[in-house]
């Protein structure tokens, strides 16, 4: 399941099965909102397939698919989910509760670092965007 995963390439398949009973997978339905703007959240999520897209007052900030992630903001920082996710295909997901997330990066925090990089390259294109 993890296989393709980026994020876990470097480990051995023993520590990626190990690393994978940690979480849960779980289906979404097409329109099913996995993450709400303003609720509380401790749930990480990596999507194993399908496509969701990030929205913020309407305004559509990101489309996301395989092997990429979300719900990470609310579980790093323990605030409000920053916008909604919503699934615009069939959409399953590897979902991780934050004292997971935390304990995983530390007993692998190469994992840190390709993450840290796909946040810069959200942060670039949100600066790239127009304001709204
Ligand atoms: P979180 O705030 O926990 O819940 C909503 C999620 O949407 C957020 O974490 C990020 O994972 C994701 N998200 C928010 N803003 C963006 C953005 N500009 N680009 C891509 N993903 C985003």
Redesign the pocket.
Known sequence: MMADVPYFEGLSEKTRKAIADEGKVISYDVGKMI?G?G?A?V???LILDGKVE?R?GGRK??T?GKGQ????????DG???????VAVSPTRCWVLVSWSFAGLLKSHPDMALPMLKELVK??R??QS?PAS
């Open positions: 993450v703007e609720g959240g749930g990480f999520y990030v913020k900030l990101a996301l992630f979300f719900g990470e903001m609310s579980v790093i605030q409000p989910r920053s916008a909604d996710v959200r942060l294109a949100a965007s």
